[in-house]
Nanobody
C-alpha cells in the first residue's frame, strides 16, 4: 500500500505565503508523477500543478505565484504558495501515480487533503 499525507495548510491573509508538503510512504517501487489539486466548496476539483519527468505544469491561475519542488530521496513534494488570494481558498490534495513493483501497473494515490483559507 502507498500512503499520501499532505500538511502545511492553514489560515493566512491575502498576500501571504504557505508551503504545503506531501509525504509519500509505503510499498513504493517508483513514483511516476506528482500532482497538486484543489477543491473549493461548490466547485469541481481542479489541477493546480503537475510534476512529471522533471517538468512542472501549472494552472494559469497560479502561474508566477505557486512553485513546486520535490525531494525524491525522501519521497516528498512541496507546493510553495506566494501572493495568496482569497480565491485560492480550498482543500488542497496531493496525488501521486506510483508503482508498488517493477511489474505493477501505475496507480493513483490520494491524500486526505489540507485546508487552505485566505482571508481578504
Amino acid at each position: 500500500q502507498v500512503q499520501v499525507v499532505e500538511s502545511g495548510g492553514g489560515l493566512v491573509q491575502a498576500g501571504g505565503t504557505l508551503k504545503l508538503s506531501c509525504a509519500v510512504s509505503g510499498s513504493i517501487f517508483s513514483v511516476d508523477s506528482m500532482a497538486w489539486y484543489r477543491q473549493a466548496p461548490g466547485n469541481n476539483r481542479e489541477l493546480v500543478a503537475l510534476i512529471h519527468g522533471g517538468v512542472t505544469t501549472r494552472a494559469d491561475s497560479v502561474k508566477g505565484r505557486f512553485t513546486t519542488s520535490t525531494n525524491d530521496a525522501k519521497n516528498m513534494g512541496y507546493l510553495q504558495m506566494n501572493e495568496l488570494k482569497p480565491e485560492d481558498t480550498a482543500v488542497y490534495y496531493c496525488s501521486v501515480r506510483a508503482r508498488t513493483s517493477f511489474l505493477a501497473d501505475p496507480r493513483d494515490y490520494w491524500g486526505q487533503g489540507t485546508q487552505v483559507t485566505v482571508s481578504p
